[in-house]
């Protein structure tokens, strides 16, 4: 599929104002401009707090209108989600990365090692499509309930943006927000959990990789606060703030965290980093046991030739000592576990439940998993031999390492 053309915001000229000096002025405008001026020079001999908090409005309305210059856009219909995907991977051989790509790219996604999301880029392995992934259908389904969820809370108003954002001010991010909040600097993220990750969001913590994609968003539309609003299915919702102005913490406001500049330009030189270090120099980075890469291994070399014998550099015999210890350690805590759950199973006996302290303990029996041979149906069936084999199929078996 072809990317979408790239959308350039076009840059409004500011409009001169009729009342400046020159013609249409007026008496009272000169007037009133004296006045200003005789004001400010008081603010400034009399370092006058107001004057201060002025500058610095100033300051963020000029930062916002420059950055809303060199805020480009790349558009796409919100109802065919290959244009979207059309669009970030685009975006990623421009070497740029988005922000569910930075928590990867910096070690903090438990779902995707660095190794992978390099191997995306390189056009080694396909990126997958997460739009066919249960949870991420069911965030899509419910984000915007979740939008409406932070209006009504908020009192704020939300609208979408479809498009991927880039800005010249971060060469090596882009940015897919779920909402722009209307009348202000601030961008919405939505988010959905269930009972099983919501311990991710205890103690008002949003988990590391969040944190790294809104800073990411924040960077890129060079808006002041980012809101992130958390639907813990069934359980409860949560309100977090990240921005860079020091404000007071709103009553509907669960967790307010205030982000340095720096932190934001963190998130460019991680992007840089990834590109400058393995990308660009084809060197892949090297694996650290994230859970996915076993998988990604499986996708690279899925098959091994016979007879074929390498010599293996990058793996010491110190290597190969440490891992047959870690195996003695595993094996050592598997034969404790298992002892403890014993003496617990002993005691609890037919009881389903058991109280150990504060603490609660069940055995409980799974429902009943149900399996067909089908097999046995097509035999029972009369179905001839020759039938069944031609029905049968041998699926490719498991590449086992094995270390003697």
Known sequence: MEPPARIVRPVRARRKDAGTDGEGSSPGDAGLRGAQGVRRAGEKRAGDPARQRRLKKEAREKQGKEQE??????????ADRASFVAARLALRKENRLGGSDLGTAAGVNKYKSRRRLYEEIKGHVAAPDLGDKQSVKDGVRCEDMVARLFEARTGKKVHRVNAVMTSDAAPHLFASI???????DA???CKTANALNKDAFANGALPPSYVRQVKTYMKVTGYRTWYVYVWIMGIKELCYIYTLDPIEKPAWCDTLVTVREAELNECEEIAADFFNAYVLKDTPPPF?????EAELLKELHPTGHPGTVVRIEKVTEADLCEYDQCKKTIKHCEERMAAIENRIKEELADAAEGAIGTRKVTWKNNKPSEKTDWKAVAIDAQASTETIAAHTTLEQGARVLRIK
């Open 178 to 184: 779920d909402r722009k909040v209307e009348n202000e």
């Open 187 to 189: 961008g919405l993220e």
């Open 69 to 78: 210059m060199i805020l480009n856009k790349i558009a796409y219909d919100p």
């Open 288 to 292: 650290d046991g994230a859970d996915d």
